[in-house]
């Protein structure tokens, strides 16, 4: 059994940023892929970005280039640096990781917050 928590959402003005950390109960090395997907209200869940074992990166295409996915081993989390926010980014964020032992297990956080408003 994988825990997920999330961390750092909160409400940004436009063009602000925000840092969502989420630290996983066992090693990240354990996990064959770990990221965000987002929901906003009267949409269904999309992937926002995803990192693999081996440390590739992917990220969807409305957020290339405004978002960084990293992970801190030492710490066992997954970060998600948000830079120039739009309001179409407000959306409750949910880490998730992917174990494959034996069979595949996704686990998901309890979701976060995130509100691009002026």
């Known amino acids: 059994q994988v825990q997920l928590v999330e961390s750092g959402g909160g409400l940004v003005q436009p063009g602000g940023s925000l840092r969502l950390s989420c630290a996983a109960s066992?090693?990240?090395?354990?996990?064959?892929?770990m990221g965000w997907y987002r929901q906003a209200p009267g949409k269904q869940r999309e992937l926002v970005a995803d990192?693999?074992?081996?440390?590739?990166?992917n990220y969807a295409d409305f957020v290339k280039g405004r978002f960084t996915l990293s992970r801190d081993n030492a710490k066992n989390t997954v970060n998600l640096q948000m830079n120039s926010l739009k309001f179409e980014d407000t959306a409750v964020y949910y880490c998730?990781?992917?174990?494959?032992?034996?069979?595949?297990?996704?686990?998901w956080g309890q979701g976060t917050q995130v509100t691009v408003s002026s």
């Open positions: 990192i693999a074992s081996g440390g590739g990166t």
């Open positions: 998730f990781a992917v174990r494959r032992v034996g069979s595949t297990r996704t686990y």
């Open positions: 066992l090693s990240i090395f354990s996990m064959n892929n």
